[in-house]
Structure formats: C-alpha cells, structure tokens
C-alpha cells in the first residue's frame, strides 16, 4: 500500500494497542466537540435508549478507540496474529452450533471492536471449519475502497458485498456449513429492509439474517468485542439467539423486530462501548417510516 493514508496506518499498526487506544480517546473527543450534527446524533441516539451522560459519555472515548484500532487490525502483517489480544466467553457455544453442520450467523451490532470478533474466528475456527464470510459494504470514498478491500484479506476470512450477488455468496457458504457475520443494526439500502421498532423508534432493518436462516437452516448466535482497558485485548463474547424460533416468522417485521430485540440486549450490557453516532435511524431514499 503505497498511498499516504496505507502508509500512514502501516505506521500505527507497529504502536502498541494501548497507545492506539490514548490517541483515539482524543480523537474521540475531538470529533464530538467539533461535529454539531454527530453530537446531537449521538446524545439523540443514546438518549432514546434512555440512558443519563454518565452513560453514553464513556462511548465517546470508545468511538475514537475503535478508529485507531483499526490500523493494528487491518495493516499488521498477515502472519501476525491476533490471537493473543483475545480471550473468549462462548467458546463451546460456537463449536456445538457448528458440529451440527448447518452452518452458523453471527450476528454483532456496532458496538466494541466489531472487526476483531470475526478476525478472530477466522484463526481460532478458519482451518478446521472452514471460512467467515462478513457481509461489507464498500468504502464510500474512492481512494479508501483499496485500502479497506486490502486490509481485510486474510486467511479464514472472507468478503461478500452488500448485493445479491454476494447474498448467494452468504447462502453458498452456510449450505457448506461454514460460518456469516453480518451487523444487523446496519441501515440497509432501499427495499432491503422493513421498519421496526428499536429502543422504541421506527428503524429502517435488514430482513438478510432472517432470511438466511429461513433458507439453510443456520443456527444463530450474537456475538460481540469487548474492548478491554490499557490496551489489554478483547474478549469475544458468543452466546445463542434468545428467540430463535421468531426468526422463522413470515411475517418480515416480526423476525426483524425479534433480530432488534437482541441486539438492544446486548447493547445494553455495555452501552459505553455502542456507536451512539452511527446514523440508525435513517431513512433510505423514498423511505418514510411505515411505507413497507
């Protein structure tokens, strides 16, 4: 990566994890104090969820973290693994799930380090099981698509894109018994989704994880990456979907309601390390709430 952002980001990758965290509490901070529109989302979004500033603020911080971690995540060499950052809670939930053959979806909101959770599944379970297939959505600048397409090719882990093509990607996969990652709490294009409700609001959300355990049969598990203080790793949790039997549903807003309803369960379990100031209650083009 000869670019200056891929050089400047090969650079941070050599920090240590601990100091990629101090700078991005500032980077963090930096962004809430000089973004009026992501500072009111933020605190609009949080608010909704019915949390106080002693709260939500913490998350400010965590969402500085989450960029700088990035450089360690994508640009250290491949052969480095990430394997020592991490413990796990859930472990022998993943190996039942995926000893009965029918593949399995994880399904990981915006909340700790999201890209650490399948780097780490593509080490711990790639060789013997087969690849991650993570659902992605292509870089919306030009010059960053490289760089994000790059960084995230490596071994026990592939890419589908955010198409029908790469839905077919997804299916092949969990019909061979290997494991998806999807962010289900991410806004998905027009005619993708239904609304339903999240913290209590209308939220345009992706009928895809409902639908790909209609199709295979795949079994679902959430899944999270805690962040751990003084650059001390991650701790992937997995745990099985609460309400599996919701997601066979028919009736398209109800399985996304029950996908809504456990990922605002793991939310809440620590909400100082969820991405208030993703934009979730946007509406896609042509999109009011209601019009399904």
Same mark, same amino acid.
């Given at each position: ?17 601990? $100091? ?10 930096? @962004? ?16 909704? !969820? ?69 780097? !780490? ?17 292509? @870089?919306?600048?030009? $010059? ?5 397409? #790059? ?33 289900? #709490?991410?806004?998905?294009? #027009?005619?993708?989704?239904?609304? @339903? ?11 895809? @994880? ?21 650059? !001390? ?14 997601? !066979? ?26 991405? $208030? ?16």
């Amino acid at each position: 990566m000869s670019t200056a952002p891929g050089s400047a980001l090969r650079w941070l990758a050599r920090w240590p994890l601990a $100091w990629l965290h101090r700078l991005g509490d500032a980077v963090g901070w930096l @962004a809430f104090a000089l973004s009026p529109t992501y500072r009111e989302r933020f605190v609009s979004n949080a608010r909704q !969820a019915g949390l106080g500033p002693d709260e939500y603020k913490p998350a400010v911080a965590q969402a500085g973290r989450l960029v700088m971690e990035l450089a360690l995540l994508w640009m250290r060499p491949v052969d480095e693994s990430i394997l020592p950052l991490v413990r796990w809670t859930g472990e022998q939930v993943i190996l039942d799930a995926l000893a009965l053959g029918r593949g399995v979806v994880f399904l990981t909101p915006h909340i700790g380090c999201f890209e650490v959770t399948a780097q !780490a599944y593509a080490e711990r379970f790639g060789a013997e099981y087969g690849p991650i297939t993570v659902l992605f959505r292509p @870089a919306r600048k030009p $010059w960053l698509r490289p760089l994000v397409s #790059d960084a995230r090719v490596r071994p026990g882990l592939a890419t589908a894109p955010a198409t029908l093509a790469g839905v077919r990607q997804m299916i092949r996969a969990l019909r061979r018994g290997e494991a998806v990652g999807l962010l289900p #709490d991410q806004v998905p294009p #027009d005619g993708l989704g239904v609304w @339903a409700p999240f913290f209590g609001k209308p939220a345009y959300t992706m009928t895809l @994880a409902a639908r790909l355990i209609q199709q295979t049969g795949a079994v679902p598990l959430v899944a999270w990456g805690e962040r751990l203080d003084n650059g !001390a790793g991650y701790i992937v949790h997995v745990a099985p979907f609460a309400q599996p039997a919701a997601l !066979a549903s028919p009736i398209p807003s109800e399985s996304a309601a029950a996908v809504n309803a456990a990922m605002e369960a793991l939310i809440r379990e620590c909400p100082q390390q969820y991405m $208030w100031g993703y934009h979730r209650y946007k509406a896609p083009a042509r999109r009011a709430p209601g019009a399904d």
